[in-house]
């Protein structure tokens, strides 16, 4: 189970997560429940993009696609 407490996920960032990893469930607004065996691929995708965001902000990382 994925719980997002900020920023909460928008409704079409929830269903591209939900169309990526078969067998993804939306359970509440900012709720997924992820099969097991699937868990380490849906965290790779979510804190990947997070991560790349932190380093734009911090100023280590240029704009995506340089």
Do not use: C, W
């Amino acid at each position: 189970m994925i719980h997002f407490l900020t920023p909460k996920p928008s409704v079409e960032y929830k269903l591209n997560l939900k169309g990526l990893i078969d067998g993804t469930r939306i359970t509440g607004f900012n709720t997924l429940v992820i099969p097991g065996g699937k868990m380490m691929y849906a965290l790779e995708l979510i804190l990947t993009e997070r991560i790349v965001n932190l380093m734009k902000r911090r100023g280590q990382l240029g704009p995506v696609g340089d």
